[in-house]
C-alpha cells in the first residue's frame, strides 16, 4: 500500500516542492483539505480530497473538514498493536503516514486594530490543531511537519531510506508548541476582549539563537524572541556573535535614539545601558561626531545607535575608535566597507518597522517569578509642562529642556542629565541620592555647565540640587515636580533667578 500524507496547512510556502517530492519521488498518496489541494491540482499533482476520503463533506462553511474517524483512526493507529490493525481493517481505514499541517493566521487576524470579534473567532482553528496533537502523539509511527523549515529534511531523511525515530520526536515536540503557543494566543485575546484579568503569562517564545556568554563568560545565555519582530527582525552585517549585555546594550541604545524623528539626525552611545553621549546635528557625520565627543572616555567599547542610515561620513567616526555594536535603519555600501576593515564590530541594521512590531509590553525576572509592565514609551507632551519660575523660557531654551528631557529618561534612577546645544555635556546616572547623580553630572560637565540645562527622572526632595547647579552655571530646570517641598526648589530657582519646567510625569528607570 502507498504512504498517505495529509496536508492541511494555512502558510502555503514550500508546499508544492514537498508535494512534488512526495508524489513523483516516494510514490506518497496526497490527502488534501480544499484549498491546499487546489494549490496542488493546480501545479499538475493528483490529490484525494478529504471528502473524498471520508465519504462526507465538508460542513458549516469549512468549520468541519477532518474531523473524523476515518482521519484520525489513520493516524493514532499504533503499527505494532494487532488489535489496532485489526479495528483499521474492519473500518477499512488506511494509516497516514505524514501530516503536514500549519494553523490558521490567528494572532495575524487579531493584531489588526478593526478585527471584529466574529473575524476572530472564526480564526480559531479547530480542525488543525486536533490533527497536530493527534499525530505527535503518534510520533513514532507517523511524521509531523509544522513548518516550511522541517520539509527539506524531512525529504532527505526520506531519500536516505528511513525517518529517524529521534527526529519524529523532534517534529513532535515542535507540534506541541506550536499547538501550545496558538491555544496561548487565543486565551490572551478572549481576556483582553471580555476585559478580563489576564491570567496565566504565557511564554512561548520562538528560540532565536544561543549567545556568546551571558553578563559574564562563565554564564550561558540564549536569547528567545519573535522572528520579523523587534531583535527577531535585525540583520547582524558583520562582527563576532552577539552576548548577552551586548542586546541588553543595543536595546537601551536603539530605545533612546528613538525619541528623535528621523528627519533630526540623532546619535546615541550606551555603555552598560546608560546613554554616556547623546546629540544631534545637521548630519548624520556630525551628530555622531558629538555624541562620541560627549564623553569620549566613556565611548570607547561602548554601544552606538543611530537614527538615519549609516553613511561613510558617520562611519569613518566609527573607524577611529574602538566600539562593541552599531545598530541603525540601513547601511550604506560605503558604511560597510570602512566599518569591514574592523571585523570584530558587530554591526546590525534594524528597520523602523521592526521595532514598531515589537510587543508593547516588559518583562524582568526576580526570584521565582516575573514582573510585567508596559512600557515607559509614551511621546513627549508639552501640554503638561508648567513654567513654575518667575522667569520665563525662550523658544531656543524650550527646545534644550526638550532634549534633555528625552535623554534623562534612558538613564537609571537616580539620573541627571546636564545638555547644552543638544548634546549631552554631564551625565549622573545609577546614584541613591539624586544631589550624588548632580554632582556627578556637574563634574563631568565642568566649565562647559555655564549656561546648560539639567534634567532630572525624578523630583528634587530638597533644594540642594539647585543650589549646587546654581553654582555650576546651569540656567534652567526641567524635572517631574510633585514633592511635598517643591516650593523650596522653586524658591530656590527664583532666587538665582533661573527657569524651572515640571513636566508632571515621572519617568524611573531601575
Known amino acids: 500500500m502507498a504512504p498517505i500524507a495529509l496536508l492541511s496547512v494555512s502558510d502555503k510556502t514550500g508546499l508544492v516542492p514537498l508535494a512534488t517530492a512526495l508524489q513523483r519521488h516516494h510514490n506518497f498518496q496526497l490527502l488534501c483539505s480544499g484549498g491546499t489541494g487546489e494549490v496542488l491540482e493546480g501545479a499538475g499533482l493528483t490529490v484525494i480530497p478529504v471528502a473524498h476520503h471520508t465519504g462526507a463533506p465538508e460542513m458549516l462553511n469549512g468549520r468541519v473538514k477532518t474531523l473524523h474517524p476515518r482521519i484520525h483512526g489513520g493516524i493514532l493507529a499504533e503499527r505494532h498493536r494487532l488489535e489496532h490493525l485489526e479495528d483499521l481493517q474492519r473500518q477499512a481505514i488506511p494509516p497516514i503516514d505524514l501530516v503536514v499541517v ?26 488543525g490543531p486536533t490533527l497536530l496533537r493527534a499525530a505527535a502523539k503518534n510520533h513514532a509511527h507517523v511524521s509531523v511537519l509544522t513548518a516550511p523549515s522541517q520539509y527539506g529534511p524531512f525529504l532527505q ?28 494566543a487565543i486565551s490572551q485575546w478572549f481576556a483582553t476582549q471580555l476585559g478580563e484579568d489576564p491570567g496565566p503569562l504565557h511564554l ?28 527577531g527582525a535585525a540583520h547582524q552585517l558583520q562582527g563576532k556573535q552577539l552576548s548577552f549585555n551586548n542586546l541588553l546594550d543595543l536595546d537601551a541604545a536603539l530605545t533612546t535614539v528613538r525619541e528623535f524623528p528621523p528627519k533630526q539626525a540623532a546619535a546615541v552611545v550606551v555603555k552598560h545601558t546608560n546613554p554616556c553621549g547623546v546629540a544631534t546635528g545637521a548630519d548624520l557625520a556630525t551628530a555622531l561626531e558629538r555624541a562620541l565627543g560627549a564623553d569620549p572616555v566613556s565611548a570607547f567599547g561602548g554601544v552606538v545607535a543611530v537614527n538615519q542610515p549609516l553613511d ?4 569613518a567616526q566609527l573607524a577611529a575608535i574602538f566600539m562593541e555594536c552599531v545598530v541603525a535603519p540601513e547601511v550604506t555600501a560605503e558604511a560597510q566597507d570602512l566599518l569591514a576593515q574592523k571585523p ?9 518597522a ?4 515589537a510587543p508593547a509590553q516588559q518583562l524582568r525576572t526576580i526570584l521565582g517569578g516575573v514582573l510585567v509592565q508596559q512600557p515607559d514609551d509614551q511621546p513627549v507632551d508639552r501640554s503638561s509642562w508648567h513654567v513654575v519660575s518667575n522667569a520665563q523660557p525662550d523658544a531656543a531654551l524650550v527646545e534644550e529642556l526638550d532634549f534633555a528631557w528625552r535623554v534623562v529618561r534612558h538613564g537609571r534612577s537616580n539620573a541627571i542629565v546636564v545638555a547644552k546645544d543638544h548634546q549631552t555635556i554631564g551625565v549622573g546616572l545609577g546614584q541613591t541620592s539624586r544631589v550624588g547623580a548632580a554632582q556627578l553630572a556637574l563634574a563631568a560637565a565642568g566649565d562647559r555647565a555655564q549656561g546648560a540645562v539639567l534634567a532630572s527622572d525624578g523630583f528634587f526632595p530638597f533644594p540642594d540640587t539647585v543650589q549646587l547647579a546654581a553654582a555650576g552655571g546651569i540656567r534652567a530646570f526641567i524635572q517631574p515636580g510633585g514633592s511635598k517641598r517643591d516650593g523650596e526648589s522653586i524658591a530656590a530657582c527664583n532666587d538665582h533667578g533661573l527657569v524651572m519646567v515640571h513636566t508632571g510625569r515621572r519617568h524611573f528607570l531601575h
Request: avoid cysteine; charge should be negative; proline fraction near 7%.
Open 102 to 127: 500549519n494553523l490558521y493566521p490567528f494572532e495575524a487576524t487579531v493584531a489588526q486594530p478593526t478585527v471584529s470579534w466574529e473575524e476572530g473567532i472564526e480564526t480559531i482553528d479547530i480542525g
Open 204 to 231: 512561548l517564545l520562538p528560540h532565536g539563537q544561543p549567545l556568546r556568554y551571558g553578563e559574564n563568560p562563565h554564564q550561558q545565555a540564549r536569547w528567545y524572541g519573535e522572528p520579523g519582530s523587534g531583535w
Open 312 to 315: 561613510g561620513a558617520a562611519a
Open 157 to 184: 531523511a526520506l531519500s536516505a531510506g528511513a525517518i529517524d525515530l529521534q527526529q519524529r520526536r523532534r517534529w513532535a515536540l515542535a507540534a506541541f508548541r506550536h499547538s501550545a503557543r496558538y491555544e496561548a
Open 354 to 357: 521592526a521595532v514598531a512590531s
Open 344 to 352: 570584530n564590530l558587530r554591526l546590525l541594521t534594524m528597520t523602523p
